[in-house]
């Protein structure tokens, strides 16, 4: 989800970035398979006596995930900086940042892939 916010600010402020990185990125739509997991830690949260995430903060972003629209193919026109993508081999999202990595226009964009791993900084 944090790529994904982070190149939308990008695409509506592109004079107030200089470049990104982004992590496992998406530029689709809502699939459904970051809710899952969601939905998951909020229960084993439910459970325990600290309350350590918000209930109310994370419903709101389940809400704007799900109403997410696809920007693939607004990248191209809307940024105008560099842009680093990162991806593990390994994670679900690697298809998501190759199309990223074709869409935008040659030398703005660079790609790192990294073997053997899902979360590229771990």
């Known amino acids: ?14 004079s107030r970035v200089h470049g ?4 496992n990125s998406t530029a689709s739509a809502s699939l ?3 809710m899952d ?6 229960k084993v949260f439910r459970t325990d006596e600290k309350k350590i995430l918000n209930e ?3 419903s709101k972003f389940a809400e704007a995930y799900k109403r997410r629209t696809e920007i ?4 191209n026109k809307k940024i105008i900086f560099d842009v680093l993508l990162l991806a593990g081999t390994q994670s679900k999202y690697v298809g998501d940042t190759e199309a990223i990595h074709k869409q935008l226009s040659p030398g703005l964009c660079s790609m790192i892939k990294v073997e053997d791993v899902s979360e590229p900084l771990q």
């Open 72 to 75: 693939l193919p607004e990248m």
């Open 20 to 23: 990104l990185v982004a992590i």
């Open 1 to 14: 989800a944090g790529a994904n916010i982070i190149t939308r600010f990008g695409m509506c402020h592109p």
């Open 56 to 58: 109310k903060n994370v």
């Open 37 to 42: 997991s969601l939905k998951e830690k909020m």
């Open 32 to 34: 459904g398979r970051f």
